[in-house]
């Protein structure tokens, strides 16, 4: 292999012009809205759907895996994986956080990179046209 094929593709990386300079290490391109993220760009789309559980621990899952999303005011969301269910519990879960904003939408277009349950003093003080997640559920196959 010649030292010029080397250098062409293990060299520094230089922007491609017209794309502007490429996102520096932590930089935030997600909105916190409390219980969940949105990502800011219009073409912007998440790999994984990280749940984030009030305990500490963190699971997240592929969202090329995701098969099914469905909706009801009563149980919440169910999200299909390919061998496993997650449940998001809560309300206003289809509401809009904010204008063109919210949970279920996001999830459907891979624009939320994490949910999070929210603590038992953060549910308190939630308004009542706030979306809240309330319990994360989790079932794998039996």
């Known amino acids: ?24 290490p932590g ?20 790999p994984m759907l990280e749940f984030r559980l009030k305990d500490g621990r963190s699971i997240a899952y592929d969202y090329a895996l995701l098969r099914k999303v469905v909706f009801d005011p009563s149980e919440g ?15 206003n879960l289809a509401l809009e956080a904010t204008p063109g904003i919210h949970l279920l ?12 349950e929210l603590g038992e003093a953060e549910l308190i003080a939630a308004g009542d046209r706030v979306t809240v997640v309330e319990r994360l559920a989790f079932d794998a196959p039996g």
């Open 1 to 24: 292999m010649s030292d010029s094929v080397l250098k062409r593709y293990a060299g520094t990386r230089v922007p491609i012009p017209g794309l502007g300079e490429p996102p520096e």
């Open 27 to 46: 930089d935030d391109l997600a909105d916190d809205l409390g219980c969940f993220s949105w990502l800011r760009g219009m073409r912007e789309r998440s």
């Open 77 to 91: 969301i169910t999200l299909k994986f390919d061998e496993e269910t997650v449940r998001i519990e809560g309300r």
């Open 105 to 116: 939408r996001g999830i459907q277009g891979h624009r939320v990179p994490w949910v999070r």
